[in-house]
T-cell receptor, first 112, second 118 residues
Framework: SQTIHQWPATLVQPVGSPLSLECTVE??????LYWYRQAAGRGLQLLFY??????ISSEVPQNLSASRPQDRQFILSSKKLLLSDSGFYLC???????????FGPGTRLLVL | AQKVTQAQTEISVVEKEDVTLDCVYE???????LFWYKQPPSGELVFLIR??????QNEISGRYSWNFQKSTSSFNFTITASQVVDSAVYFC???????????????FGTGTQLKVEL
């Protein structure tokens, strides 16, 4: 069966510091991978998605970036965090364009 | 553009009551997919169901049932005999196709907080 991992689970960072969140998927190959952010108020916003190694599509321009160095690894980064980057970050995976997306446990980020 | 509306922000029921969560969607695609997810306090989104736009058959899974009606663009979710463990935020989501550029994107509603009390 497939599992998706995210770490860290919780992170408190000062404004202006860098960020690296990691997501890995087990039990499948060549998945589509997604980063979502859930701000206070519950709305979920797609940030990035990737259909293969090195292929990243950005949905929302911002100071975040994503990379996919390996088939089942997806990384969300920032060079300098803003207060507005605080939120709950969820990674998800799926297989085909019509596929269901399965979500990881999430990372809670607080920028102070 | 795609849009999903969950007009009920919060619903409170007493255990064993039935409850229906509403979901209304908008899309120009003729082929699309609808989803329901559950988000318990731990935060992880748990997949509940997926429906294809060409399959309007209602579905029942244990205490859960879903009513998909294309004529009213609705995909409502009913929990029968609710339990305290059903307390969570429930999200309806839509994935469209080429027309709306939604091939890879899930558009979520704002969620409905369900509280089931003893």
């Amino acid at each position: 069966s497939q599992t998706i991992h995210q770490w860290p689970a919780t992170l408190v960072q000062p404004v202006g510091s860098p960020l690296s969140l990691e997501c890995t998927v087990e039990g499948t190959s060549n998945p589509n991978l997604y980063w979502y952010r859930q701000a206070a108020g519950r709305g979920l916003q797609l940030l990035f998605y990737s259909v293969g190694i090195g292929q990243i599509s950005s949905e929302v321009p911002q100071n975040l970036s994503a990379s996919r160095p390996q088939d089942r690894q997806f990384i969300l980064s920032s060079k300098k965090l803003l207060l507005s980057d605080s939120g709950f970050y969820l990674c998800a995976w799926g297989r085909e364009l019509q596929e269901t997306q399965y979500f990881g446990p999430g990372t809670r980020l607080l920028v102070l | 553009a795609q849009k999903v509306t969950q007009a009920q922000t919060e619903i409170s029921v007493v255990e064993k009551e039935d409850v229906t969560l509403d979901c209304v969607y908008e899309t120009r695609d003729t082929t699309y997919y609808l989803f329901w997810y559950k988000q318990p306090p731990s935060g992880e989104l748990v997949f509940l169901i997926r429906r294809n736009s060409f399959d309007e058959q209602n579905e029942i899974s244990g205490r859960y049932s879903w009513n998909f009606q294309k004529s009213t663009s609705s995909f409502n979710f009913t929990i029968t005999a609710s339990q305290v463990v059903d307390s969570a935020v429930y999200f309806c989501a839509l994935k469209g196709g080429v027309l709306t550029g939604g091939g890879n994107k899930l558009t979520f509603g704002t969620g409905t907080q369900l509280k089931v009390e003893l």
